[in-house]
């Protein structure tokens, strides 16, 4: 029980005065606070206890008090009208509060603390009261429910535990009505944390929507970056070569990134023309910038002398010398075209590494005659001070094509997972049964690709040059035909 009040010594014939403990009414206002009930509502469960307490009593006044840390509220008050609250000093339930058992004054006026109780010594006149104190689990006295009579009397002991039966009703109540309050309280709190968490998953999802927003924004941007940038690094058409037919096609890997092939056909002093095909190891910016310089050096140093392994060591010096390239090197076919006063052309080329050209033309057999154009000892351009290039020399006659490729196309993987390579390429070069002209080559690489399960996992440069026949050959030569597609699932042609 927790001890609420010590006693003074009482003057002779006096009821003993209580003297609240500071430390436990503190207590005790915490656990009045804690049940949430003062000023609140009449509340017909109470107004019961004390209309009960009235008739079985036989008084004209029963109340239900909550003792405050300055006065005595009423939370029901039977017989009792226009008062919610009166002081607590001096006052009944104040000293009510301070006992652990009922309180019984059978005559007010013959009790010094009760005598001067405004409702004893006011109009009302009460002589008789009782209280039994509403005691918490914990021992805390809350308040009281009192009986109040206008002549004196006296009660049985019977009589005061019905008194108390009646305060435990009224904690029970309490109980309830907190119960209550702390289960709509939590409910309301799992509201507001539902509602915050809705309001965050709403946040969470615009963020996230706006982030996928942007980021498409952004992907389309340097798509777009990317495909402007690849223009610049590719010639805009392929020229009209008098008595010649050819054909290109370009496809990135991956539409963000720049890629690292490269190719051209441009004219050169005498009639003759110049050809290169070329792949720079890696991707993005820094190929892109190699890329530039070997396109640009190439066609230099072909003004200066034409000679393919001349040009090839040109490329070589500038990427070794020059910081913008870095440390990359690429792979080039450069080739040099000089008109035949027969028809066709004499064909030299030169190779820095790069995979072998294809020498094509049909055969009796209704087959393809396929010659890898292959000089022997071509190293990879700028990669070492001393590189060796070599070169070859053949003629293309009417009927024949030559056919340049990067690695793209012979890594890309068939059905089986293997990699197309030199042997599956030669095999369907070998095997195809259209003609054998720049398009058709091209056209028909495209389709070997496109049945491939993956396609092309890098990126694919293909140039074909091809030299018809006399009597399929119109006025002011042959309109170029350009394959270019910036995107891995398009293929266009202009």
Request: proline content about 7%.
């Amino acid at each position: 029980m927790v001890q609420h009040a010590s006693a003074t010594d009482p003057a002779p014939g006096r009821r003993p005065e209580l003297v609240p403990d500071p430390d436990a009414e503190a207590a005790r206002i915490a656990a009045v606070r804690r049940y949430d009930i003062l000023d609140t509502p009449p509340d017909g469960a109470f107004d019961r206890v004390a209309a009960m307490a009235a008739r079985l009593f036989d008084v004209p006044v029963a109340t239900v008090t909550i003792v405050d840390t300055d006065r005595i509220w009423f939370k029901a008050a039977h017989g009792l009208e226009g008062v919610a609250e009166i002081g607590r000093d001096p006052g009944l339930c104040g000293s009510a509060i301070l006992r652990d058992e009922t309180m019984v004054i059978p005559d007010t006026l013959q009790d010094p603390v009760a005598a001067d109780n405004p409702l004893v010594a006011g109009e009302m006149g009460v002589r008789f009261y009782a209280a039994a104190p509403i005691t918490t689990p914990d021992g805390h006295r809350l308040g009281t429910v009192n009986v109040l009579d206008t002549r004196p009397r006296s009660i049985t002991e019977e009589d005061t535990a019905t008194l108390a039966d009646l305060a435990a009703i009224v904690l029970d109540e309490m109980e309830l009505r907190l119960s209550a309050l702390r289960a709509l309280r939590d409910e309301q709190a799992r509201r507001k944390a539902e509602k915050r968490h809705a309001e965050a998953e709403r946040a969470r999802a615009e963020a996230e929507r706006a982030a996928r927003e942007k980021a498409e924004e952004d992907k389309a941007a340097i798509a777009a970056f990317a495909s402007t940038l690849q223009r610049t690094l590719l010639p805009p058409a392929l020229p009209v070569v008098p008595g010649l037919e050819l054909a290109c096609h370009y496809r990135t890997a991956s539409a963000h990134d720049v890629g690292g092939d490269f190719y051209d056909v441009f004219p050169l002093d005498g009639g003759r023309w110049a050809f290169f095909l070329g792949d720079v190891c890696g991707k993005g910016p820094e190929a892109a910038t190699v890329t530039a310089l070997a396109r640009h050096t190439l066609r230099a140093a072909a003004q200066i002398d034409a000679d393919p392994v001349t040009v090839l060591s040109a490329l070589n010096t500038m990427l070794l010398t020059d910081v913008t390239a870095g440390r990359r090197f690429c792979t080039v076919l450069f080739g040099l075209l000089e008109p035949r006063e027969d028809g066709g052309f004499t064909v030299t080329v030169a190779t820095g590494g790069h995979p072998p050209a294809y020498h094509l033309r049909p055969d009796d057999s209704d087959a393809v005659w396929v010659r890898a154009v292959r000089p022997e000892g071509g190293m990879l351009v700028g990669a070492f001070p001393e590189a060796c290039f070599a070169q070859t020399t053949f003629s293309l006659t009417a009927g024949e094509s030559l056919f340049l490729y990067t690695d793209g196309l012979i890594e890309a993987r068939t059905a089986e997972g293997a990699m197309l390579g030199d042997h599956g390429l030669t095999g369907f070069l070998h095997q195809r049964t259209g003609p054998v002209t720049a398009p058709s080559l091209v056209e028909d690489s495209i389709t070997l690709l496109a049945s491939l399960p993956d396609g092309a996992g890098d990126d694919v440069a293909l140039l074909a040059l091809s030299v018809p026949h006399p009597d399929t050959t119109p006025d002011g030569g042959i309109a170029a035909t350009v394959h270019t597609a910036a995107a891995p699932e398009h293929f266009g042609q202009e």
